[in-house]
């Protein structure tokens, strides 16, 4: 039930919320001790503006809202301290090869998904996609969840990570043809849809 | 000069993240035209798009689906 704009927030019902936010934050950050950190800021933000809280969007999506920008923080700080060791395998598109024939023509033919937008209200979707993103190797989950998840910009997201536009689109484009590989196999391969 | 499905994929990818060149996009525009394997992994990154931004879905004990 959403709460009403200026009823207290109790935190127990913030911290209900806490694994969820620890997944999400594990899966853009992929260290325990910086999700950790954003999402205990995220709690301690939270009930300091519980009444910046304005019913209308749950309290789940608005605690996601807060925890992306501690996210993008943790992000940054991160690679200011150390240059994101992007090393050869992620930043070269080689590794697409594999999907393809000599020629250029795919090595098997993508599916026909047909409709696939009823999957969006089906929780088990979103577990087969997070399990399809923790899959990807660092780099090119960072890059796909600060573009598609959180909506920036690429030349936000290069600057984030410290790495050209060329090496970004490069993560990008991994990211998106392993994953349209991995649901394939996983959900609608699986029956799911 | 065709483009390959392999070219045209990673066009399909560059293009959500910045302009194409304008000779680009029309290489791509008329190999979608004529590939069906293209144009089903076109409509797929669009998916995955709405999907991502949707994540972690729906939002099963607040107040209902999850809408951005």
């Known amino acids: ?193 | 000069m065709m483009i390959n499905c392999k070219e045209a994929s990673r066009l399909l990818s560059e293009g959500l993240d910045r302009d194409l060149a304008p000779g680009m996009r029309a290489k791509l525009r008329f190999h979608l035209f004529l590939c069906t394997a293209c144009s089903r992994v076109k409509q797929q990154f669009d998916f995955l798009h709405r999907a991502a931004a949707q994540y972690p879905g729906p939002d099963g004990d607040d107040d209902g689906p999850h809408k951005p």
Request: glycine residues 6%.
């Open chain 1, 1 to 193: 039930m959403a709460l009403n704009s200026g009823e207290i927030l109790d935190p127990r019902d913030l911290d209900r919320h806490r694994p969820q936010l620890l997944k999400y934050a594990m899966l853009q950050l992929r260290n325990h001790a910086q999700a950790e950190d954003a999402v205990q800021e995220t709690m301690v933000a939270a009930i300091k503006g519980a009444q910046g809280f304005a019913g209308g969007s749950s309290v789940r999506t608005w605690l996601i809202g807060i925890l992306k920008h501690k996210i993008i923080d943790s992000i940054r700080k991160s690679s200011r301290e150390q240059s994101l060791d992007l090393d050869r395998h992620e930043s070269s598109p080689d590794d697409m090869d594999v999907l393809f024939k000599p020629d250029g023509h795919y090595a098997d033919m993508p599916a026909d998904w047909g409709n696939p937008e009823e999957a969006l209200s089906r929780q088990r979707f979103f577990e087969v996609l997070e399990e399809c993103m923790e899959s990807l190797p660092k780099a090119t989950a960072q890059a796909f969840a600060m573009r598609e998840v959180m909506g920036l910009d690429t030349g936000e997201i290069c600057e984030n990570l410290s790495i050209s536009a060329s090496n970004c689109w490069v993560l990008l484009y991994r990211a998106r043809m392993r994953l349209r590989e991995c649901l394939e196999r996983n959900w609608i391969g699986a029956g799911g849809r």
